[in-house]
């Protein structure tokens, strides 16, 4: 558990549906998304990855910027990447973890992507071997579908 620290802006835009939730009193203006409709979106971006998570619920504060996650997951993997589908939005700059696991692990190190990195630069920081970028890449899936679709300010898991 803890706060996670992310760049703000510059993540992927959320376009997975958000989840179905009773319609608001009085109607927002669509330039800009309330808090419950980004939170509800980061819901659905979480379940459309299929990451498997119990009892999960999501709140998003608009003023800090905070996503707030809480649930019960079964390994520590799936919790690191739970926190990095939803910090690695464009809305979110933190990411308040208050998911527990039901066996845990050791964490895996966060490594935060600059210009000109590559999957296999990263293996080589790490490892040693360019070659293992793999390894970093079936760390980061689903949220990855290629090696190749890294951008300057995401979060990344390095596992050990």
Same mark, same amino acid.
């Given at each position: ?29 669509? !330039?800009?998304?309330? !808090? ?5 979106? /980061? /819901?659905?971006?979480?379940? !459309? ?6 009892? /999960? ?23 690191? &990447? ?11 700059? &933190? ?18 992507? &600059? ?8 293996? &080589? ?17 689903? +949220?990855?579908?290629? !090696? ?7 979060? +990344?898991?390095?596992?050990?």
């Amino acid at each position: 558990m803890g706060l996670f620290d992310f760049v703000k802006g510059i993540g992927k835009k959320n376009t997975a549906p958000a989840e179905p939730q009773p319609a608001p009193a009085t109607p927002t203006t669509p !330039a800009e998304p309330s !808090a419950q409709e980004i939170a509800n979106k /980061l /819901l659905g971006h979480i379940k !459309a990855l299929g990451l498997p998570v119990k009892g /999960l619920s999501v709140s998003y504060n608009g003023n800090s910027d905070l996503a707030t996650i809480k649930g019960q997951v079964q390994s520590q993997a799936d919790r690191e &990447k739970i926190i990095l589908a939803v910090g690695n939005v464009d809305h979110v700059a &933190k990411v308040d973890d208050q998911m527990t696991v039901a066996t845990p692990e050791p964490a895996s190190k966060f490594y935060t992507v &600059k210009s000109g990195d590559t999957l296999s630069k990263i293996s &080589k920081e790490y490892y040693g071997d360019a070659n293992q970028y793999n390894k970093i890449f079936e760390a980061n899936r689903p +949220l990855l579908k290629d !090696a190749d679709d890294i951008f300057p300010g995401q979060v +990344l898991r390095i596992p050990t």
